[in-house]
């Protein structure tokens, strides 16, 4: 078959000299959602800039052909370059054989029956978090949703991983971890900062916060090793697994990389999701109120148990359609490692594609009233009936997030502890603004006005 020679036509708001790229660095989420409106009939774009190749996707079965399909085809796009000084060879940064293996032998630690021995976990934080709440706030009080919300997504992960060890080393781990996001974030937005090996003092934190993370990281290896005790924890499940041809298991660098990994992509990202759920809600008074109602049929008050997640289908609804609106990867990217033709355009080797769910979520030729919030919708036979990647916060392919299932019961159940305690309304003064870098932050944090609810029934 021979290949067509066009590139896929530009978007037409161009730079003299930095052409589109300049205008997707400047407002990302804009230039996004504009030109996937003007190249809708292409479904692709390209973007120019005199510096990389550089192309977009819009139509869902470009994104599945990129993702799924033809994915043997790319690797991760450049900017994971940024992460690999700490996540190091771990799951979301690795590539090829190394990355199949490692997927093949954590993903058992993420099926569903041994999330259920996580929801405990999980259900113990939102708890905490709870009790914190109710002496640290009155009627009326602001809350920043933004900050809490991370705090409790990260009590989660670091819990999951490291069940019993001490809060102490926890807390260290959580703040070198917060450190280090800010550090890859600053060199996303100034990628002509000096690289990490030259000697700078600014440098010399940055790997030290790695090293210190490291040695803890390494420490509780060695103890557990050491002690042969079952926490049932994540680190457990991946201290176990073994290869299934070679019998091998992970070496502690492994181990070091993934579990990095995990800290990294599973709290920054849950914890932005339920921070929308929580300002839809206050933006949305009678679907919050719907939702009072629905937890009181579940639960009646009660701490949610694993079997009643499935039954938490409206605020699973909610949860869906916050992540339609605001999702938190709001884009992806790959790199072509051959040439490759996408609805009859040529797309050369060495180009990074982005494929947006921010863009595609946000389309109105699958959503109708797409910016309208209605949980509702995922009910009708049309959104049921939609083709596969004109939803797809979790990505897709062999690349779909590991931590799907884990992220979805984490929402629900933290979601639905506090929303039996707490009810939340706007903050007049807030307003928001998106700030979209690793994951699609709120420039602003997030503040909403607490009311304390009167126990009903109890909560043993
Ligand atoms: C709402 C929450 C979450 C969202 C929206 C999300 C989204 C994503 C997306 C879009 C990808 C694919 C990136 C790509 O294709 O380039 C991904 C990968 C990944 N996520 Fe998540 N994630 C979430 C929560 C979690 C949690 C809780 C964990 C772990 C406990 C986790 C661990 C990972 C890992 C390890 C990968 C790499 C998988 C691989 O390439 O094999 N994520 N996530």
Redo the contacts with the bound molecule.
Sequence with gaps: MTMQKYLPPTYSQKHWLWGNVHYLVKNPLQFLEKASIEKRNEGVCWISSPLVKLAMVTKPEFAKHI?QDNNKNYH?GKIFRFLKPVLGN???TSEDDF?RRQ?RL?QPA?HKQRLAEMVQTMVACGEELANEWLSAYQSGDKVNITREMNKVALMV?ST?LFKSDVKAEIAGINESMEFLLDKIIERIRHPFKLPLWVPSPENWKEKQAIRQLEQVIYRMIEKRRKSNTHEGD?LDMLMEVQDEDTGERMSDQQLRDEVM??FL???E??A??MAYVWLLLAENPEIDARLQGHLQEVLNGKLPAFEDLKKLNFLKNIIDET?RIY???YA???YALADDEIGGFHIPKGTNVIIS?YAIQRDATWWDEPLRFDPDRWNTEKVQNLPRYTY????GG???????Q??MY??LIIIAILRQKFSFSKSPDYKLRLDPLVTLRAWDDIELVISPLAPEGGNK
């Design positions: 993702m991760k771990g799951l979301l990355w997927r954590a993420f992960v999951a994540l990994t995990i992509a599973g709290h990202t849950t932005v999701a992540m999702p938190p990867v992806v990217e790959r769910p797809f916060p979790f990505g062999p690349r779909l997030c590991i931590g799907e884990f992220a984490e929402m």
